[in-house]
């Protein structure tokens, strides 16, 4: 299972940003055809939710959380991993955050960074176009629309300052 920092990887996937309306819906989209290619669970926790709007959606593969403003997303996933006791070492953390990578591999959890996990997107979704194979379902016009749309280049990863 791959727990993902949403906000900390959209900052590092080309084509999203963070200002984005839709920033969140976006990443989703693409994580659930990441799901459907690697046939791997995905849970994406964004914060900043307003009071009302925090809530666990469901989609395909995917499971979104938004979580309440005034609380983190990296709180609830460092608190996620503790919970998961000995079966944390089944689980993959993506993020860029040293604070979670840190608990991360306290737990013996896996961990992959932003940057590279970006990097792997693009490389699942052009392999999936490239190479569609019969066991696995076609991507919609609108997925491969969407596709299209984000990665018309390569992806160049932004730094750190």
Do not use: C
Not at 79 to 85: D, H, S
Not at 111 to 138: K, Y
């Amino acid at each position: 299972m791959l727990l993902i920092d949403g906000h900390n990887l959209i900052g590092k996937i080309p084509g999203i940003r963070l200002s984005d309306a839709d920033d969140e819906m976006q990443l989703v989209d693409l994580l659930q055809i990441y799901g459907r290619v690697k046939q791997r669970d995905v849970t994406v926790y964004f914060d900043g939710a307003a009071p009302g709007f925090a809530r666990k959606q469901r989609s395909g593969r995917v499971t979104a959380i938004y979580v309440v403003r005034g609380i983190p997303a990296d709180d609830v996933i460092m608190e996620r991993l503790i919970k998961a006791g000995h079966q944390a070492r089944n689980m993959v953390v993506v993020t860029s955050d040293r604070r979670i990578q840190a608990q991360a591999r306290s737990v013996q959890a896996q961990v992959i960074s932003s940057e590279a996990f970006a990097e792997e997107l693009w490389e699942v979704q052009r392999s999936a176009m490239d190479h569609p194979s019969a066991d696995q379902p076609a991507m919609s016009s609108s997925e491969l629309d969407e596709w299209l749309r984000l990665f018309s280049e390569t992806p160049k990863v932004k730094k750190k300052k």
